[in-house]
């Protein structure tokens, strides 16, 4: 019976996923023939920065279409928010323009490609977890089995929602890390700096001491020629005192 049950809720959840990427295309064949300004509105709109971390949405591209999907999709966004499509508009454009850019050539790479739909399966398998342990805690409660997420759209908004949070998970840990990187990179240049300095100042200090010895001995030498000259000249004028002969009666 268990594995009954198992079975039973691993196909509801294939079938919401299913679900979810079907109104997510639906929602993709609307937004393609969104203006050139709404494309631009929709890639610039508020937290935007951590939106358009995932690629997919930025493109609005299903994560399991093929190369050749991705490439016409590029072309069809590229154009509408082309600078030169939107002159009225041009800075803002050439942002949005840049976030479709950007997705596109990360996910031409294989590597980074891999990576995201890591994260887009991951953000779906969390909510599969969460949706079986709640299931888990009514029943243990002994209370009827109903889970929002459940419902295809309250689903679909929680893997989105997942799926967004993952991805600025990884940003900040990234912007993390490029920080360090950069700390550490700017502490071992100031030491090298340091040590270079030392390095030629000890060269300075070792050529000046070079360069003044000869003249250092040769003061020390006429130092020492004159305390002679002058101990013998005192000694030339000391004479002893005279003494007095005493005489006899």
């Given at each position: 019976?268990?594995a009954?049950?198992?079975e039973?809720?691993?196909?509801?959840?294939?079938e919401?996923?299913?679900?979810?990427?079907?109104?997510?295309?639906?929602?993709?064949?609307?937004?393609?023939?969104?203006?050139?300004?709404?494309?631009?509105?929709?890639?610039?709109?508020?937290?935007?920065?951590?939106?358009?971390?995932?690629?997919?949405?930025?493109?609005?591209?299903?994560?399991?279409?093929?190369?050749?999907?991705?490439?016409?999709?590029?072309?069809?966004?590229?154009?509408?928010?082309?600078?030169?499509?939107?002159?009225g508009?041009?800075?803002?454009?050439?942002?949005?323009?840049?976030?479709?850019?950007?997705?596109?050539?990360?996910?031409?790479?294989?590597?980074?490609?891999?990576?995201?739909?890591?994260?887009?399966?991951?953000?779906?398998?969390?909510?599969?977890?969460?949706?079986?342990?709640?299931?888990?805690?009514?029943?243990?409660?002994?209370?009827?089995?109903?889970?929002?997420?459940?419902?295809?759209?309250?689903?679909?908004?929680?893997?989105?929602?997942q799926?967004?949070?993952?991805?600025?998970?990884?940003?900040?840990?990234?912007?993390?890390?490029?920080?360090k990187?950069?700390?550490?990179?700017?502490?071992?240049?100031?030491?090298?700096?340091?040590?270079?300095?030392?390095?030629?100042?000890?060269?300075?200090?070792?050529?000046?001491?070079?360069?003044?010895?000869?003249?250092?001995?040769?003061?020390?030498?006429?130092?020492?020629?004159k305390?002679?000259?002058?101990?013998?000249?005192?000694?030339?004028?000391?004479?002893?005192?005279?003494?007095?002969?005493?005489?006899?009666?």
């Amino acid at each position: 019976m268990a594995a009954a049950g198992g079975e039973s809720s691993h196909s509801v959840s294939d079938e919401l996923f299913q679900n979810f990427y079907t109104e997510v295309k639906q929602i993709e064949k609307r937004d393609s023939v969104l203006t050139s300004k709404q494309q631009i509105e929709r890639l610039l709109r508020p937290g935007a920065s951590y939106f358009n971390l995932n690629p997919f949405e930025v493109l609005q591209i299903d994560p399991d279409a093929t190369d050749d999907e991705l490439k016409k999709r590029f072309r069809a966004l590229s154009i509408l928010v082309h600078p030169d499509k939107n002159q009225g508009d041009v800075e803002r454009a050439q942002k949005a323009f840049e976030a479709v850019d950007k997705a596109y050539k990360l996910l031409l790479e294989p590597e980074q490609k891999k990576r995201a739909l890591d994260v887009v399966h991951a953000g779906k398998e969390y909510v599969e977890h969460m949706v079986k342990e709640k299931k888990k805690q009514l029943k243990k409660e002994g209370k009827a089995q109903i889970v929002e997420e459940e419902d295809p759209e309250l689903f679909k908004q929680a893997v989105y929602k997942q799926t967004m949070k993952l991805f600025a998970e990884l940003e900040i840990k990234r912007k993390e890390r490029e920080a360090k990187d950069m700390h550490e990179r700017k502490r071992a240049r100031e030491e090298e700096i340091e040590t270079a300095e030392k390095a030629k100042r000890d060269r300075e200090w070792q050529k000046n001491f070079e360069e003044t010895r000869d003249g250092r001995v040769d003061s020390w030498r006429t130092f020492q020629a004159k305390g002679k000259t002058k101990e013998k000249k005192n000694r030339s004028f000391l004479k002893p005192p005279k003494v007095k002969m005493e005489q006899r009666e």
